[in-house]
């Protein structure tokens, strides 16, 4: 009761001092408030509004000592959820120290890539870990790494393995989904310490990838210090296989007072393979022993040693009962077995009662038997899936016609032809992506013009989604980038082209010799630049970076270039300019009719202080019409450096010094010369229309257009 007593008045504070939360959207706002010192009794609320996206935290930090911590996420207005990405370290503290922490209703996915030593949570090393209460509802866990909770102590100096204590685990209400791929993964909680409660209700665990275990007590022997733990598993859905031979495992690493109630489940092994489901098996296995699903290797729910277990009114197929286990010494045994198994008859479970399970579809009508097949007559498995009306399967296909470059949106996905199912009175949105102004949207095949569309789905629906593309030549938008610090292999062809083969982006020195970096051919890129706000302006661009040498003498600089052909009468580039560190002042857009002798035919400016992109607009000379030519971007040696404020500062105070150039180049569009007149202009900006700037970008902070041209309502105008 002190326990609960001393969350709820901590709970009710948080709301009796709202001038103490923070809502943030960036990695640097997170940060600044989770990692905060705090004394135990301190309670914070961190609202996370990243616009349906994960914000990348940095990963291998130390989790607070102290305080207490809410970390909720809030929907964007399409309903989608907000996120974060991070691998932390269980903090380094006393006993004395009380950290809290509470997630609800975020994503929370992995960091770092699919190596061994990724994880949500983790500990490896000698020092001991407190915390009082981890506590997990209506999360979403999702490309989660090799284990999402891994604790695996360091032997200490007396020869055993203590990390510390968990006073309250608690996972309520949460999905897991599309994890580790990997053939050698560890249990998803690998718990090697004290926990005195621990707490799974209402969860749904599904194309889940390998699973080596679900939860694994290790190493707290009798002599390190176990504890008895008051275990409960209830109400959940978990679907896969595990490798293992128990799915969880207590054995002698809790105490012989323990209580293990695992009770009202659904464990189950798919009837079928895939990427995430019995991936190992393949067409050739599946071939050669064609029982091989039908009748896997069964292993047992729980392994256990010490303790009172339950096990209660659970619906098995693919998994068998607990086992005991007893030590060669014949020692430990349950000191009370309550177990009662459903038949088939019992449960009349069946594949069928999921609307459809391999395209996860969960729903199950409240007319199957597993509804009350609880001794108490209450649903077995997680009952917010259970429906009145029972749900059909609704096939939706949609796909791009008269366009090479425009795609389609279902939801989360995209791509030029999607499909995908779901169930009847579900509610989808569907949109026709022109791809910033490359594409004209004509309309749906069902004759609807709105690009974006609500649906609630009542039938199978098949559309088309029809466009007329705009007069482009060559465009570079990145779109292939999937993550940081990516090097493509140059020279880049462009995304997308008026004529295939043609038209190629490479780097060079200054004396136009093609140069990369020092280790491979590739041009260097980031997707992460470069809005303080993490949530509305970070662009895929190239990185221009002259090295350290030539930018402190400036010295000719690195640049981007290509060629062109023939150059046809009015035709444009476009582009975005912009740094987060320190570059050239200027940029010059520059002309040549050999690849050597340059013509400077547009100047930009850097200004203001970092965070904004800026917009870049060159027409080609009347004087190349019809010739071959090159155009380069590059930055400008003679007009000094620009650097934002607190830079400069500490390059002053001798605090920072200047070294690599770091130019970001975003969305090249070379285009004819109708691409931007045949957008009809307005004069003024309509109040309440969404604006878009030339590259189809939604533009968040409409009361500080920077220079530009914009697209509102179809139609376009500009800020000088």
């Known amino acids: 009761m002190k326990k609960l007593m001393t969350t709820l008045s901590c709970f009710l504070a948080v709301f009796a001092m709202m001038a103490d939360h923070v809502t943030v959207s960036s990695k640097a706002d997170f940060e600044a408030a989770f990692f905060a010192e705090r004394t135990n009794d301190q309670c914070d609320t961190i609202f996370v509004k990243s616009n349906g996206t994960a914000i990348g935290l940095n990963n291998g930090k130390d989790m607070p000592k102290a305080g207490k911590i809410w970390i909720i996420g809030v929907d964007n207005e399409e309903g989608k959820m907000s996120g974060i990405k991070h691998q932390w370290n269980l903090p380094i503290n006393q006993a004395s120290d009380k950290l809290s922490v509470f ?15 990724k994880y949500y949570f983790q500990t490896k090393d000698s020092n001991y870990h407190y915390i009082d209460t981890l506590k997990f509802t209506n999360c979403v866990f999702q490309n989660y790494n090799r284990a999402l909770f891994r604790v695996q102590p360091a032997e200490k100096t007396n020869g055993l393995k203590d990390a510390g204590d968990i006073n309250y685990f608690g996972v309520e209400g949460c999905s897991f989904h599309t994890g580790y791929q990997k053939s050698d993964p560890m249990s998803m909680f690998r718990m090697d310490m004290r926990v005195a409660e621990m707490v799974f209700r209402e969860n749904l665990f599904y194309d889940l990838g390998y699973v080596h275990s679900l939860i694994q007590f290790s190493t707290m022997s009798d002599e390190a210090g176990r504890v008895d733990i008051d275990f409960t598993f209830e109400n959940n859905i978990f679907i896969g296989w595990n490798s293992q031979n128990s799915l969880m495992m207590f054995d002698q690493y809790v105490g012989q007072m323990s209580s293990i109630k695992i009770n009202n489940n659904m464990f189950l092994v798919p009837n079928w393979y895939d990427a995430y489901n019995n991936s190992f098996i393949g067409d050739s296995i599946a071939q050669a022993n064609p029982d091989t699903l039908s009748n896997p290797k069964l292993h047992h729910v729980a392994s256990v040693q010490f303790g009172m277990l339950e096990f209660m009114n659970n619906v098995l197929v693919g998994y068998k009962g607990p086992r005991e286990n007893i030590t060669e010494d014949g020692e430990g045994q349950w000191l009370m077995a309550d177990t009662i198994y459903l038949t088939q008859e019992d449960h009349g479970f069946d594949w069928s009662i999921f609307t459809d399970a391999k395209s996860d579809l969960f729903n199950i009508w409240k007319g199957e038997k597993v509804y009350t097949a609880d001794v108490e007559g209450a649903p077995i498995g997680v009952a917010s899936l259970y429906t009145d009306e029972k749900k059909s399967v609704v096939n939706v296909t949609i796909a791009v016609e008269g366009s090479k470059s425009a795609i389609v949106k279902l939801n989360e996905q995209s791509g030029v032809s999607l499909s995908n199912k779901f169930i009847t009175g579900d509610e989808i949105t569907i949109e026709a992506n022109r791809k910033g102004m490359l594409n004209k949207f004509l309309g749906w095949s069902d004759g609807v013009k709105d690009a974006v569309r609500t649906i609630t789905l009542t039938s199978d629906l098949n559309l088309t989604a029809e466009f007329e593309e705009q007069p482009y030549i060559a465009v570079w938008n990145l779109e292939q980038l999937d993550k940081n610090n990516v090097k493509l292999d140059a020279p880049l062809a462009a995304n997308y082209a008026a004529e295939e083969g043609v038209y190629f982006l ?9 140069y990369i970096d020092s280790t491979t051919q590739a041009i260097m890129t980031r997707n992460n630049k470069i809005s303080n706000d993490y949530t509305t302006d970070l662009r895929n661009c190239l990185f221009v970076h002259t090295d350290s040498a030539s930018f402190a003498d400036k010295t000719p600089s690195d640049y981007i270039y290509f060629e062109i052909p023939s150059v046809e009468a009015g035709s444009y580039l476009l582009f975005n300019i912009g740094t987060d560190n320190t ?20 100047t930009a400016d850097m200004y203001g202080d970092y965070g904004h992109w800026i917009q870049v607009e060159a027409k080609m000379p009347a004087s190349l019409n019809g010739k071959k030519a090159w155009v380069r971007i590059k930055g400008d ?11 400069e500062a500490d390059f002053a105070a001798g605090t920072a010094h200047r070294t690599t150039e ?24 309509p109040a309440d229309e969404t604006i878009y700037d030339i590259f189809g970008r939604r533009v968040m902070d409409v009361d500080n257009l920077q220079p530009g041209l914009y697209i509102q309502a179809g139609k376009k105008f500009i800020i000088k």
């Open 103 to 117: 997630f609800e209703n975020i994503v929370l996915e992995g960091a770092g890539g699919t190596a061994n030593s």
């Open 506 to 514: 490479k780097y060079a020195t200054h004396d136009g010799t093609q």
């Open 583 to 602: 570059a050239y002042k200027t940029t010059n857009v520059d002309v040549s009719l050999d690849g050597t002798t340059w013509e400077t035919i547009k």
């Open 637 to 647: 040696e003679t007009s000094g450096y620009y650097s934002p404020a607190q830079l």
């Open 662 to 685: 770091y130019l970001f180049v975003s969305e090249i569009f070379y285009v004819k010369a109708d691409f931007v007149n045949a957008i009809p202009s307005v004069n003024v900006a």
